[in-house]
């Protein structure tokens, strides 16, 4: 532990720090690798470490000299109270939940990324002790993209069914056809964490003032890159293009006006235009994806996706806005399913982030997580213009991230279930707090300079 910054020891305690570490790399480094199963749930060093820190919270709390705080006037403490709120309306679907065992499964893994979230907020109080967690996130997460290329360089999978994962066989015969997915449920869940890998090698880049550890961070960058486009997911692909794309805005500066914009929603609807009239047959795929009843020998994923979605939205109307429960999307789905859902095989889970919280925790809490959300982007952009070059960039990385992460959330069948994600938000909220923390110390200061500025003057004024 010598290694351990004083300053970290005064702001937050080393125990906290060693113990926020441990919380970032189980999760990063992936749960599955050191997990006991249970008859009543999976044993994980995260989901322990996870569930103790509420009540650590509170034990800090009752002492004499507490060391908590709330920011107040804080677009990071505005965010946790959303979060907070969207928590207490997802479990008080109790009250209609068909499922209980399903809204139990997935109250308790909201209550985890909630206690993740709830930790970093509150024991991550400067920049140096969030990039030293980053830094650890990335070091856990460079280890799985060293276990993908070992995936598809010798054909070793530890925790995939081969079965469903090389569904030709013939990874044996055409290495170039193999897929690395490591610890995940699938290759998509994998591609989805690799965007988030990809966002953390920006930051350190930024952040590092080191051309060895630069070249590092560009070639991870490129490592990642590569492996999401060996794992066939196409969402996932489409994002790391849009993210290089909106980070590569955050260099040119755009004196954009109304006409400007005009003009680039004509070009874009007479490019889109000029494509399908080129090559009518994507028409054809656009309109497959609608289900009307019509025979099909076998859907395809992507209709089966939008029966899904529909169904989900139908449920919505019919629990009037309410949501089927927590946990009770499947159930629904299984039960009252009006589009069918069954291609290669039956699916029952959403299959997109956004529509399970509208559809599952209802209206309302849906509406609370998307303006967490908006504030989370609107302050994230307001950072990248105003602050510190190297925190700047970072910020512009994470906004960059969170609007991918709106299409890229489509790509998973549960997000419920990625323990990762509940703490990368956590990072990115304790990234605004710390933000906001630095620039109320700044100002402060300025104010301070004034006033003896003026105080001076009045003085000189007095004598003469």
């Known amino acids: 532990m010598s290694g351990i910054s004083l300053n970290i020891k005064e702001r937050i305690g080393r125990q906290m720090y060693v113990y926020l570490l441990i919380l970032v790399c189980s999760v990063f480094l992936g749960t599955e690798i050191f997990a006991i199963q249970t008859p009543v749930a999976q044993v994980t060093i995260y989901r322990i470490f996870a569930l103790c820190t509420i009540p650590l919270l509170i034990y800090q709390v009752t002492r004499p000299k507490q060391q908590l705080k709330v920011l107040a006037n804080s677009t990071a403490t505005n965010v946790l109270v959303c979060f907070i709120t969207w928590w207490i309306l997802a479990s008080s679907s109790i009250l209609w939940a068909v499922s209980l065992k399903g809204w139990f499964q997935h109250l308790f893994l909201m209550s985890i990324g909630m206690s993740g979230i709830i930790a970093l907020y509150f024991w991550v109080n400067d920049l140096y002790t969030w990039k030293r967690l980053l830094s650890a996130a990335w070091v856990s997460s460079t280890g799985l993209v060293v276990w993908g290329f070992f995936e598809i360089l010798t054909n070793v999978y530890v925790f995939a069914d081969l079965n469903k994962l090389d569904k030709y066989h013939t990874f044996t015969s055409q290495p170039g056809t193999r897929i690395p997915i490591t610890h995940f449920e699938n290759q998509n869940d994998f591609a989805t964490m690799l965007l988030a890998y990809i966002a953390m090698c920006l930051i350190m880049y930024y952040y590092s003032r080191s051309n060895v550890r630069r070249i590092i961070y560009a070639l991870s960058f490129m490592a ?5 486009y060996r794992s066939g997911s196409r969402l996932s692909l489409i994002c790391l293009f849009i993210f290089i794309i909106i980070h590569a805005f955050s260099y040119i500066r755009l004196d954009f006006k109304v006409k400007h914009y005009l003009m680039l929603g004509l070009t874009a609807v007479v490019g889109v235009s000029s494509i399908l009239w080129l090559k009518p047959s994507l028409i054809t795929k656009v309109t497959d994806l609608f289900y009307f009843g019509h025979q099909y020998q076998q ?17 919505l109307g019919e629990t009037f806005g309410l949501g089927v429960g927590l946990g009770n999307v499947e159930t629904w789905m299984l039960e009252n399913a009006f589009w069918t859902t069954d291609g290669q095989q039956l699916i029952v889970n959403m299959h997109n982030w956004w529509l ?9 809490a849906f509406l609370v997580y998307v303006l967490a959300y908006g504030l989370l982007l609107i302050r994230l952009y307001q950072f990248a213009l105003r602050s510190s070059k190297a925190s700047a960039r970072s910020a512009h990385v994470l906004f960059s991230f969170m609007i991918i992460f709106i299409f890229a959330s489509i790509t998973s069948a549960n997000n419920m279930l990625i323990e990762w994600h509940w703490l990368f938000f956590g990072l990115i909220i304790s990234f605004v707090k710390c933000c906001e923390l630095k620039r109320n110390v700044s100002d402060k200061k300025v104010v301070g300079k004034l006033s003896g500025y003026y105080v001076n003057k009045w003085k000189e004024k007095v004598y003469q």
Do not use: Q
């Open 224 to 228: 990642a890159s590569y492996l999401i």
């Open 356 to 364: 399970e919280i509208l559809v599952g925790h209802g209206l309302i």
């Open 299 to 315: 859907l395809s994923g992507d209709t089966v996706r939008m029966n899904l979605w529909r169904n989900g939205l139908l449920f």
